[in-house]
């Protein structure tokens, strides 16, 4: 039987080259782009009249931590930084982090960063207390049951407070468990095809958080497996004061210590680099997930975005975790990307196309992926359609730069390998309703503390 075609007709506009009249979809890929003034090459079955909308590559989030979306805006860590924000945490997480708070606490950040126009995510999830073993397989049964495609990230800690860590004993698990389940999570889930639903990467916490052995030995396991590794690295000064304290050099250095420094790592946060340390991480290919609102949340600093990508290091963009966001929508992430790089370097030499590159292809460089990112030829249908319905659009010029000046914050569809997802606003097979009364519900436990 022929496969169905499908026509994206005649968007307000589209972040692709040669695509004014839209694109066509075939078997959840893009098969053809039309141009000004063209028609499909070929004949379409199906017309899907775009005009309403302006159309980007679906978003695509490289950091984030599912379970902080049960602590926003907690009174216990606001108006701090982040060593003492976590420190204020970890006993909440610890206490309350329950099987059922969890999986809601997933399925919301899911089902948020899709409305925002998302279409691949990355979760480090690196918090284990007693019942939640499995977290790796809840979040691949939620990614599946929202539609995402998704970078399970095992994340882990097996340093504490009596070893010189920051984490209480309670949450962090031993390093032979964490590296028995990663070679597990990665025998059953990692998919390194075209086209991947599910993919997995191996991700020590911090280095205030993992043993030298438990990076080590997750590096050897990567490159047995073919996956990807991340890392928080560079966020702080104090991280740089505590790796200078305990292990007597820069965390650049520390990274190159444990086998780290090459193209399968991509870092969360990547702050605090001197000039040298940036050439040497674009030497070799290191990504950086590029977190902009958690950065200024917690005044954490400014990346150095436009460096680390002149020296070779792919760029991408992540919302971080929703206690410290203190939401999980990407397209707002696009905005505060464009803002605080318009601070550290000049309106000039920052643009919303920049923005939009970090969110798209950068942050796929990031994943090791080649087949999401970008509205072109052969590669998944994965895409973003938003409208210029609302007050704050009106009188716009330009609808690309709209989007990010203006501040759109819902994608009103978005479709993922070809097939919808967000229909008028809203995420088909989710009951939006009811996921916020439920996992509201479950919040409350982590109030308790006050």
């Not at 017309?47 to 950091?63: E, K, M, Q, S, Y």
């Not at 899709?114 to 809840?138: K, R, W």
């Not at 090791?368 to 319905?389: C, E, H, P, W, Y």
């Amino acid at each position: 039987m022929m496969s169905e075609r499908v026509w994206v007709k005649d968007p307000i506009a589209v972040l692709a080259e040669g695509a004014e009249r839209g694109v066509v979809v075939e078997n959840g890929r893009i098969a053809e782009l039309v141009g000004k003034g063209a028609e499909p090459a070929h004949p379409v079955h199906r017309i899907f009249d775009a005009g309403r909308h302006v159309v980007t590559p679906g978003l695509v989030n490289t950091h984030h931590h599912f379970f902080q979306t049960l602590t926003r805006a907690h009174p216990s860590a606001i108006n701090k930084e982040l060593f003492p924000w976590l420190q204020a945490l970890y006993p909440i997480w610890a206490r309350h982090v329950k099987p059922e708070a969890f999986r809601l606490a997933t399925r919301l950040a899911l089902t948020e960063l899709l409305m925002s126009g998302c279409t691949c995510a990355s979760d480090h999830q690196y918090l284990f207390p007693g019942g939640i073993e499995d977290a790796m397989d809840v979040q691949t049964e939620e990614a599946a049951r929202v539609g995402l495609r998704m970078t399970l990230t095992r994340g882990s800690m097996d340093l504490s407070q009596k070893d010189g860590g920051l984490p209480p004993d309670s949450i962090v698990q031993d390093t032979d468990t964490i590296l028995a389940d990663s070679e597990r999570i990665l025998g059953r889930y990692h998919d390194a095809s075209d086209g991947a639903m599910l993919q997995v990467a191996l991700a020590p916490c911090a280095p205030f958080t993992v043993t030298k052995r438990l990076m080590v030995e997750s590096a050897a396991l990567a490159e047995r497996f073919q996956c990807r590794l991340h890392t928080h690295l560079g966020e702080t000064i104090d991280e740089n004061d505590y790796c200078m304290a305990h292990y007597g050099y820069r965390p650049v250095d520390y990274l190159e210590e444990v086998g780290w420094l090459n193209d399968k790592v991509w870092l969360a946060h990547g702050i605090h680099f001197n000039d040298e340390e940036v050439g040497r991480l674009g030497r070799h290919g290191v990504g950086v997930c590029h977190c902009p609102t958690s950065n200024m949340v917690l005044a954490s600093g400014q990346c150095r975005t436009k460096e680390l990508e002149a020296a070779g290091s792919p760029v991408g963009l992540g919302v971080d975790g929703s206690a410290s966001n203190d939401n999980s929508n990407l397209i707002e992430g696009v905005r505060h990307a464009l803002m605080i790089n318009r601070l550290t370097y000049d309106a000039a030499s920052v643009t919303h196309l920049d923005a939009f590159r970090w969110a798209t292809e950068g942050s796929a460089r990031c994943l090791g992926r080649s087949d999401i990112g970008a509205i072109a030829v052969g590669k998944q249908a994965d895409m973003a359609f938003f409208t210029l319905d609302e007050l704050r659009f009106s009188g716009a010029g330009d609808p690309l730069a709209a989007l990010v000046l203006c501040g759109a914050h819902a994608a009103d569809r978005v479709m993922v390998a070809g097939a919808w997802k967000v229909e008028n606003g809203l995420p088909t097979g989710i009951d939006v309703a009811a996921l916020r009364a439920e996992h509201g519900r479950v919040a409350k436990a982590f109030l308790e503390a006050l």
